[in-house]
């Protein structure tokens, strides 16, 4: 798994010259659009945890070394779980996005979802 994340990691552009720090877990904040509220959450690399209808797992959390310009990447994968609308009725889950997303550059690679955004804050060990 080390191999396909370094891979991934020089295919993003992320080929950090220093050694980067590789965290067991992930802060990242997520906001409801519909109600304005925003929260920052913990995440554990390879458990999944929830946000509103995501279902959100981090499969890995880098940060660059101290002495490069300070970045914090988190590779997530993101499927939407919808409550369905009456007892009864299927649920259709759908996978959003399979990526790197960076703190720096919210926008690089966004979360597109009507209800619900998620932004990369910091690695925790």
């Excluded at 050694?19 to 992930?26: D, E, L, T």
């Excluded at 997520?30 to 390879?46: E, M, N, S, W, Y």
């Amino acid at each position: 798994m080390r191999k396909t994340l370094a891979a991934l990691a020089l295919i993003t552009g992320l080929g950090f010259g220093a050694v980067a720090h590789a965290a067991p877990g992930a802060v990242l904040r997520g906001l409801d659009k519909i109600t304005g509220q925003a929260r920052d959450f913990t995440a554990p690399v390879g458990r999944p945890v929830k946000f509103g209808t995501l279902e959100i797992t981090v499969r890995a959390c880098q940060k660059a070394a101290p002495e490069e310009t300070p970045e914090v990447s988190i590779y997530l994968e993101v499927i939407d779980r919808p409550v369905p609308r009456t007892k009864g009725d299927p649920v259709e889950t759908r996978p959003l996005m399979s990526g790197w997303i960076f703190a720096s550059n919210p926008a690089r690679n966004a979360l597109e979802h009507p209800t619900y955004d998620v932004w990369a804050i910091d690695c925790r060990s």
